[in-house]
């Protein structure tokens, strides 16, 4: 999948563009854990999502006097990083929650994973990653198990849908689409990158796995929030 996305044609040709460029082991090694996820995934993200992205769009919310937060998780797996942003979304808005209405979309294509995600009950090995803070609030957990809560289970929900189907929902303030566009071509990438950018809000955030990038008319459409950790805005200075 990777030579053809490359638009390579020999595994003799793959193999001395793994020797010349640095980035592409970290590639492959994401490619052969297809439906591998985990809470919290890449720290530093997830504590500038919670730091300042987050705030930043509970902030504007208020000063909009609008109650609806929408996120999408796209290639959701089984739901870890939509669990974590649910967590720290019910964490934020404290006694404020229940003036607001939060919907966090989960969308897979395998049936397998979005079991798992809907179900929310996680083993004790894969809620390692959750700060003990949000496991405390936010798990209940006997000796084998833990099982989200029910508060932050409500705001989800997680369906089937091949990113390459027409999009029909939109108006998302915050997009996460981390380490799935690496099995498809430049082509397909660029394409699903304006899709994100047309289903977010105006000011709506898009968050990307740590060895993607940009490519096609997204580069000059989104505006960058933090190159480091993948994160993009959709400003309303972007390219109309
Ligand atoms: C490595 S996981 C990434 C999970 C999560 N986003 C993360 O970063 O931890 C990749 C997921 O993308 C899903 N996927 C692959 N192709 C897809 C497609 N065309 N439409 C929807 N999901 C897809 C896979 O089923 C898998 O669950």
Redesign the pocket.
Known sequence: VRIRALGLELYREYMDYLSRNKGEYDILL?ML??????FW?DLPVFKLIESEILPLIIYEKVRAGRKVIRVW?A???SG??AHSIGMILRDLLGEEFSKFIISIHG????DD?LLVAKRGVYNIKQIENIPQDYRRKYLTMDSESARVSDEVRNMMKFTK????QPQKTGHYDLI?C???MI?FTKEQQATLLMNFFDALNNGGYFVM?KTETLIGPAREKFTSYSDLERIYQKTKGSAA
Do not use: H
């Open positions: 994401e854990t297809i439906n591998v996820t985990q995934r998780s290639g959701s797996s870890e990083e969308t897979d294509i395998d994973s849908r091949d990113l390459f996460l981390r380490n799935v099995y796995g």
